[in-house]
């Protein structure tokens, strides 16, 4: 084979199924999926949908919670050159509906509970998908997900990948505007497994549990690293603290990626579900900032197996920090690094900007950019969006932070949430907290509101300790 064809995401399946074929690959309630099956519905997808029509660098869409048939999608995405897509089930039609316009898939796969949705956004679409079901629906003109596999065969799909091909079209949140679609590449997402794998120090032994949904990218990232070692991942559907805590020992499961808000209801869970034996030895966690008083508390609970992970859709890391470096004791400067993001990863590198596009100095207080094997190609249909982040291969993440003596990153506000109140910047992270450190505070949230004298001051919404 060419050179072209080697470093994509199909061959992480494959050799998988080489390798660790009757091994697990998949846990999900009572059902175990074994590497070899996986691949082998892999590549019948990659085959079916094929036949179906579509071809290297389409779209295919997948609507669903948590389920084997996503890890499916991306085996055959990351074996053929097709693009997966994730959709968010818990968007509205009409958010939908954009993203799909937006996408234009050839296929779109979901699961029976979502066949009114995918009726009324199709209403609407001048052009529209094949429609494939995962469960019984009934409904004519859609094709059942099961009969399709066993009507296709297990062999190497003719659709070969290649490494520029876009395997994953990820939405991001549209916190300013409407989802934009970030294009990540084979190569890339081969880059980024190897990084975080060596990382996160996986094996194939390990299983870690998920219960992020896979339309976001840390569900993929932490699934890819574990799966580039032969490891086994545990799915949920949804957050159920109970639940996550039985699957600990039901699965034997090693490592979780959970955000913060999930970290803090399993501390709420009682004493007997929270005493229960596991076989942890990491925790991961992203998506949000960890408030101290939080991270001090979980680390009671489960012992000093947290690594930090920062990064976004469009870059997907940026950096860790691992377990080592969260001491509760010690220099006040170790100890501070508790509300830091950690360390540029390896391969990764990430320089601080002043508006005026000058490196800041140890201590200022600058926009995070980043260059990375692992940076987005760009943004799906939105070239001045593209150009507008992206300068030069380095990445503007529009977060604000600074690095101390050893490199280790603070991050204070996102660049258009900075308070500039009386000429002076005030950061909503730093303030909120301070306000954390009160023993009666249980969350808080700070934001700026205008201010006739100083232009923007400064507003708090607290929730207290009894009142949640």
């Not at 846990?27 to 099956?37: C, N, S």
């Not at 074996?79 to 996408?103: M, P």
């Amino acid at each position: 084979q060419t050179k072209e064809t080697t470093v994509i995401l199909g061959k992480v399946f494959e050799r998988n199924a080489a390798l660790f074929g009757q091994a697990p690959a998949i846990y999900v309630d009572d059902r175990i999926v074994t590497h070899a099956q996986l691949f082998d519905r892999a590549c019948r997808l990659g085959n079916a949908l094929h036949s179906l029509g579509v071809r290297k660098r389409d779209r295919v869409l997948m609507l669903a919670q948590n389920c084997p048939e996503f890890l499916e999608l991306i085996g055959a995405a990351g074996l053929t050159g097709i693009t997966s897509v994730g959709l968010n089930y818990r968007l509205s039609a009409s958010e939908q509906l954009h993203i799909v316009q937006d996408c234009s898939p050839s296929v779109w796969i979901f699961e029976a509970q979502y066949a009114e949705r995918v009726a009324e956004v199709c209403s609407s679409l001048a052009t529209k998908p094949q429609l494939i079901c995962i469960g019984p629906t009934g409904a004519l003109g859609v094709h059942d997900y099961e009969s399709l596999m066993h009507q296709s065969n297990a062999t190497r799909p003719a659709l070969r990948a290649s490494e520029q091909d876009t395997v994953f079209l990820i939405y991001t949140s549209g916190t300013t505007g409407h989802p934009k679609g970030v294009m990540h590449s084979q190569v890339g997402q081969i880059e980024q497994s190897k990084i975080c794998s060596n990382a996160f120090a996986t094996n194939p032994i390990d299983r870690v549990l998920l219960v992020m949904p896979f339309y976001h990218v840390g569900a993929i990232n932490v699934y890819l690293a574990y799966a580039w070692s032969g490891a086994a991942v545990v799915l949920h559907r949804a957050f159920d603290p109970n639940e996550v805590y039985a699957s600990f020992a039901r699965h034997h499961v090693t490592a979780a990626l959970l955000a913060p808000v999930m970290i803090r209801a399993m501390l709420d869970c009682s004493e007997a579900v929270r005493s229960a034996q596991n076989c942890l030895h990491s925790i991961f966690y992203s998506s949000a900032p960890m408030p101290v008083p939080l991270l001090k508390r979980a680390m009671s609970q489960f012992g000093p197996i947290f690594v930090q992970v920062y990064g976004m859709t469009e870059n997907v890391l940026g950096t860790f920090m691992y377990k080592h470096q969260h001491k509760l004791e010690g220099a006040p400067h170790e100890v501070k690094r508790l509300a830091s993001a950690g360390q540029p990863y390896y391969g990764c590198e990430i320089v601080l900007r002043h508006p005026d596009g000058r490196d800041c100095k140890q201590g200022e207080v600058g926009e995070v950019t980043i260059h990375s094997p692992a940076l987005m190609q760009g943004y799906w249909n939105n070239s001045i969006a593209t150009l507008d982040a992206i300068y030069d291969g380095w990445y503007s993440t529009g977060d604000m932070g600074y690095f101390d003596e050893d490199k280790f990153l603070f991050l204070v506000d996102r660049k258009k949430d900075m308070i500039i109140s009386g000429g002076e910047n005030i950061y909503s992270r730093e303030v909120e907290e301070a306000l954390l450190t009160h023993p009666a505070v249980f969350e808080t949230a700070v934001i700026g509101i205008p201010d006739e004298k100083w232009g923007e001051a400064v507003m708090a919404f607290v929730v207290c300790r009894g009142q949640k």
